[in-house]
Nanobody, 115 residues
Framework: VQLVESGGGSVQPGGSLRLSCAASGGISGIYVMGWYRQAPGKQRELVAIISTFGITNYADSVKGRFTISRDNAENTVILQMNSLKPEDTAVYYC??????????WGQGTQVTVSS
């Protein structure tokens, strides 16, 4: 099973980035897909998750700015990030949870928000 992330980079405050994560390698029975982030010196935290049925949950700090979506047929999850702030700077990780309870993580992609 592989989770391939893309879309990270550097942007000025107020800018936008779009993260994508594609699950491959025979993975099936995906229940929840989502994004977490870890800033230097801090614990990894939830950013946004979405279930198979489209139910979403966002961290309070990103509500109204980030939007998560998924394509169940393609096993892909997208995080659209708008109005980015310096405090959004972190390594962003894709995570997939199967109905079996097994979790898989991506390798992480750096997002830097700086003027």
């Amino acid at each position: 099973v592989q989770l391939v992330e893309s879309g990270g980079g550097s942007v000025q405050p107020g800018g936008s980035l779009r993260l994508s994560c594609a699950a491959s390698g025979g993975i099936s029975g995906i229940y929840v897909m989502g994004w977490y982030r870890q800033a230097p010196g801090k614990q990894r935290e939830l950013v946004a998750i979405i279930s198979t049925f489209g139910i979403t949950n966002y961290a309070d700090s990103v509500k109204g700015r980030f939007t998560i979506s998924r394509d169940n047929a393609e096993n892909t999850v997208i995080l659209q990030m708008n109005s980015l702030k310096p405090e959004d700077t972190a390594v962003y990780y894709c995570k997939v949870r199967q109905y079996s309870g097994d979790d898989y993580w991506g390798q992480g992609t750096q997002v830097t928000v700086s003027s």
